[in-house]
């Protein structure tokens, strides 16, 4: 669910009520006939502009605002770097397994090509067509958005024009002329409410969501390809990062650091210790060697004339490669 819209409209609805309140009361601005003017003149320029089955969709163009259905590009980049490590270790058969957990159309249809030995030039036009499928789309629901928004104030010119020409006619009765100037600005008044209130930026919330849904199919476009070309899981994280803005790349980078996902960032320490045999074990020929791969040997606490005894090897590792999690 999209708080912001949400917290927009309750906000804007409450400031003109408590303005309309303040200054008297409600039942001065509702006027049937003004509203039959604009609201259904705007719709029935609607119908005229768009075909009958696209005009009708409106409402499920206007829900895409409200609710919220992508993954957050740090989890799809985190996700591919478990897809590329599992079919690293296993292949990309082995990523079949990982379809029945995947909840976006789009990303298992284009896992299901992965699987299925699909080239990339094949898998990136198939879904490019998809993504400019989806880009049409909504730029046919902003349209329809946008006709609203330019239709309305339009209606509501002709609403207050109709009420002027009423209101000159029965100018011999001063009475009626306050009244009837009231009635025929309320048109003006609900197009403006209509156009400003809603149809605008619910019109830049749709271009909006639709900026957002299109990076984040591009991003998996990247990913699959990626896949099928047989990628390290830190190349496949590189690749992906370069779509996310530097403040939300940084901020990816640190969470998958603290989760054992990424090197640790330059200056963060790991010291790792192990225990192995001594070297006065190895032959003499083979101790340079082994101490040059194991590092310093630092001695246990207990002293021992066992020339057998266990040390304890110990090493500093900066930007440690580790898919462990750290301590």
């Known amino acids: 669910m999209d708080i912001s819209t949400i917290v927009g409209l309750i906000l804007a609805i409450g400031l003109v009520l408590g303005s309309i309140f303040i200054g008297g ?28 089955k696209t005009a009708l969709s ?24 478990n897809f590329a490590t599992t079919a690293r270790r296993d292949g990309l058969l082995a990523l079949e397994g990982e379809l029945e957990s995947i909840t976006d159309e789009f990303l298992k249809r284009g896992l299901e090509q992965v699987v299925g030995g699909a080239s990339k030039e ?13 880009e049409s789309r909504h730029s046919s629901g ?39 100037m009231a009635v025929a600005l309320l048109t003006t008044l609900y197009g403006a409410v209509i156009a400003n209130m809603f149809c605008i930026p619910l019109a830049g919330k749709l271009e909006v969501r639709s900026q957002e849904e299109v990076m984040i199919r591009e991003l998996m476009i990247a990913g699959l390809v990626s896949l099928v070309e047989g990628q390290a899981p830190r190349a496949v994280e590189e690749r992906l990062l370069a779509y996310l803005s530097p403040k939300t790349r940084q901020a990816a980078q640190q969470n998958a650091a603290w989760q054992g996902l990424r090197p640790r960032p330059e200056g963060v320490e790991r010291r790792l210790t192990w225990s192995v045999p001594s070297t006065e074990t190895l032959p003499l020929v083979a101790q340079p060697i082994y101490a040059a791969a194991v590092g310093p040997a630092v001695p246990d606490n207990t002293k021992t004339d066992n020339p057998k005894t266990t040390v304890r090897h110990s090493r500093t590792y900066r930007n440690l490669k580790s898919e462990a999690p750290n301590p």
């Open 25 to 52: 009361g409600l039942g001065d601005f509702i006027d049937i006939p003004s509203a039959m003017i604009t609201v259904g003149g705007s719709f029935a320029a609607v119908l005229i502009n768009f075909p009958l």
């Open 58 to 81: 409106t409402m499920n163009v206007v829900k895409n605002c409200f609710l919220v259905k992508l993954p957050a590009p740090p989890d799809v980049i985190a996700q591919f770097r």
């Open 122 to 134: 094949d898998l990136s036009s198939g879904l490019e067509i998809e993504v400019a499928a989806i």
């Open 142 to 180: 902003k349209k329809i958005i946008d006709a609203i928004a330019a239709a309305a104030p339009a209606f509501g010119m002709i609403g207050t024009l109709i009420g002027l020409v009423q209101m000159l006619k029965s100018l011999s009765d001063p009475s009626q002329i306050g009244g009837g």
